[in-house]
């Protein structure tokens, strides 16, 4: 009797995963891409400010700290930008000899750059979708598209205007103001 239970509960559970799995349909096809990518983004800069070791931003092996594990504040903490020496070269983790290696480089920036305007533009397109099933004009997505189109500015298009992902604004409080404000 008590297995009996068991299986039971067990086909029950698996059965509200199944419901779970059919709800996640109402997010949309963008939802679907968007969610996971803002959240590994998130996740890896909050892991990232916390606890990243230097980066050897100019590409002299002369490393620059932005975490807070290695003496900064709130303030001036900051996902120090990709090395120099990497250019403007798609760096993934797989792509480094180590996971030592790629976060001396920098690698956590890329990461999380290109995940959050990937996700960011996956925003813009759920609002496109949601307003299309609800029959309304996508103004929202359109006015929306200015500060995506900002973002990729600021994150992508200067980078490679400039030549190397070590030129991107560091991700911080006083990385911004440094890089809005050069002197």
Same mark, same amino acid.
């Given at each position: 009797? *008590? &297995?009996? *239970? ?12 199944? !419901?779970?799995?059919?709800?996640? +349909?109402?997010?949309? $096809?963008? +939802? !679907?891409?968007? =969610? ?10 909050? @892991?990232?400010? @916390? ?23 709130? @303030? ?12 403007? &070269?798609?760096? %993934? ?8 290696? $790629? ?9 999380? #750059?290109? &995940?959050?305007?990937?996700? !960011? /533009?996956?925003?813009? +397109? ?5 307003? *299309?099933?609800?029959?309304?004009? %996508? $103004?929202?997505?359109? /006015?929306?598209?200015? %500060? !995506?189109?900002?973002?990729?500015? #600021?994150?992508? =298009?200067?980078?490679?205007?400039? +030549? ?16 809005? @404000?050069?002197?």
């Amino acid at each position: 009797m *008590f &297995h009996r *239970f068991i299986l039971k509960s067990n086909r029950l559970l698996a059965a509200n995963r199944c !419901v779970l799995v059919a709800a996640l +349909g109402d997010i949309g $096809w963008f +939802g !679907v891409l968007m =969610i996971p990518t803002l959240l590994t983004a998130t996740s890896v800069f909050i @892991i990232a400010f @916390i606890a990243a070791p230097p980066v050897d931003i100019d590409g002299i092996r002369e490393p620059v700290s932005g975490s807070l594990l290695y003496g900064n504040n709130i @303030i001036s903490g900051a996902i120090i930008p990709t090395s120099a020496a990497i250019g403007l &070269h798609f760096y %993934p983790i797989w792509e480094a000899a180590s996971v030592d290696e $790629w976060l001396y480089n920098g690698g956590p920036y890329e990461l999380i #750059v290109l &995940h959050f305007l990937l996700g !960011v /533009a996956c925003y813009m +397109g759920r609002e496109w979708e949601l307003s *299309f099933r609800l029959g309304m004009r %996508p $103004w929202i997505a359109v /006015a929306y598209s200015a %500060p !995506v189109a900002a973002a990729t500015a #600021v994150f992508l =298009i200067y980078p490679i205007g400039q +030549g190397s992902f070590s030129d991107g604004m560091p991700l911080g409080i006083s990385g911004t103001l440094n890089f809005m @404000i050069p002197g």
